[in-house]
């Protein structure tokens, strides 16, 4: 009798230990989402891919410390000016040197994009560092929880009573320069942009003719333009904005900007919608996320359309601003919801339960 008991206490315990461990696999396989890539009609751009600055890092690939590599100070220059090295530690900053120093910007780099920490440069960390990305460092912001999202030093938002609305514009002298798109095509693609923040948090965007007066300014800018941000030409630095109540929003008229793969189709295209909905994230405060799937992550490949904001993006916004009366985390499906790779409190809670009546599993079988 008591036999049969504990086959009866066995059987159930391990059909709700198979049930919990299956339903928490299938809630962590749903946190990545898949970004979407259009490959290339045709590679006539490829080439400008290959020679843009950032791809000498290829050479770097597996380079050790202590070692002597030709690129190592352009990587140390990378690094300070995204802000992984201090201007006290670029003293050795023209040679060529795998040093302490450098070791250490590459962790906090690893740290900051969510890779493999290791030290080293990596496949996965080289090819992030070749890839196109925001013109804003990476500022070190304070973790929230299970989230990264992060803020500028300080904090600073709009002082705006909610619900707040500000307006924006387009410089008139410095005009996209993309023939394959139409002046309706590029503030189409901007409002769209304005409309996903405005739709999580109590705000609104409206686009002014007066240049001079709007709240955010937008423009196309080439090389050195007067803020101490020079632009590098096609891919590098894509983009930046300042913190608010700034309102600066300055694109390189360099890139091929594209508002449809279908129908542009150069390998060096890049996603106007993309990096305007990432760009007016830190108009409104937010800084660098390492959650890849985000808005908020600082780089960008040729063709990748990341558009959507996920929730790293929202939680982070609405710290700020609060939420829009009419948003409900509702309509984010659950790979949304776990985006940001990592096990929630209730998943660690629900994996201790499993492993808890596996022990009185094997208790019983005793």
Known sequence: MLHDKKKMLLSFFSCFFLITLVTLQS???ARTPAIVTVNPKNTSSAGEIRSHRWHEFEKLRDAAKGSSVDGISE???YFHRFGYLEAEDMRNSSTDLFDSNLEMAI???????GLSITGELDSATVSELMSPRCGVPDVAGK???AESYAYFAGRPRWGRKAPMRLTYAFSAANPIHASSLSEEEVRAAFRRSFARWAAVIPAAFAESADYESADIKIGFYSGEHGDGEAFDGVLGVLAHAFSPESGRFHLDAAETWAVDFGREGAAAAVDL???ATHEIGHLLGLGHTAVKEAVMYPSLRPRERKVELKMDDVRGVQALYGSNPNFSFGAFSESDIYSNGSVGEDEVI???LCLL???IMLCFCI
């Open 107 to 113: 962790t906090k780099y690893q740290e900051k994009l």
């Open 143 to 145: 973790l929230h929880g």
């Open 350 to 352: 629900r994996l201790s």
């Open 357 to 359: 009546l596996l022990f």
């Open 27 to 29: 809630k962590i396989h």
């Open 273 to 275: 919608e993309s990096v």
């Open 75 to 77: 990587l140390k220059r």
